[in-house]
């Protein structure tokens, strides 16, 4: 929720400050999109934990089928946003840029980590784990729950994936930084300025 706030004001920022070279926030409306993804999974996975036939006006299966679409729905935007605007890979884009003849399938020109395999890698454990954390509003692995080491188990896991995230994050920043400002840069000087006015 915090998150989706932030993106929130972030878009709203952008569209009212009047300065429209820097595009019209969209991109802050489609992050937010993503956060918001993540309510149906949470809301439809506890109303499955206390399923009332007479309460829902709907069948538990098709509840089901709604969370698992909603899962699906979350868990690959995310991915999406992973891969395409925080590492700022090809993989899912036009083919035209992701088979580009001067860098490795799916990946970019400037890269840190000199192997490719070590992104391939990063984008597989990223996949795997983003829709693993849904497992845990499950109804069907309560008794996986229920152990504190299955807890255990998947909050490991995605501290892991937020830890590898991180690093291409990072490592994303530098390439940027080290290509020269980006569109949505903001650098410290004209911010400091922004907030005298």
């Known amino acids: 929720m915090i998150r989706l706030r932030q993106c929130l004001i972030e ?3 952008v569209k009212n ?26 809301l439809l996975g506890a109303l499955q934990k206390g399923y009332n036939p007479s309460g829902y006006g709907v069948g538990q299966v098709a509840l ?20 395409t605007k925080d590492w700022d890979l090809s993989l899912l884009s036009s083919s035209i840029e992701r088979e580009h003849p001067e860098y490795p399938f799916g990946l970019r020109r400037q890269r840190f980590f000199h ?10 454990i990223d ?3 983003r829709f693993a954390w849904s497992l845990k509003l499950s109804p069907y692995l309560d008794r996986f729950n229920d152990m504190e080491a299955g807890i255990f188990f998947m909050e490991m896991l995605e501290v892991l994936r937020r830890w590898i995230w991180i690093f291409f994050r990072v490592e994303t920043e530098w390439v940027r930084n ?15 300025k922004m907030d005298d006015d």
């Open 17 to 42: 400050s009047g300065d429209k070279s820097g595009g019209w926030g969209g991109q802050h409306l489609a992050n937010a999109l993503k956060y918001s993804t993540a309510l149906p999974v949470i």
């Open 115 to 124: 192997s490719p395999g070590i992104y391939y890698a990063a984008i597989l």
């Open 178 to 192: 080290n290509q020269g400002l980006g569109v949505d840069d903001i650098l410290l000087e004209n911010y400091d």
């Open 11 to 13: 878009y709203y920022r």
């Open 64 to 83: 089901n089928r709604l969370w698992l679409l909603s899962v699906f729905l979350n868990s690959f935007y995310s991915f999406y946003w992973d891969v």
């Open 127 to 129: 996949f795997v784990l």
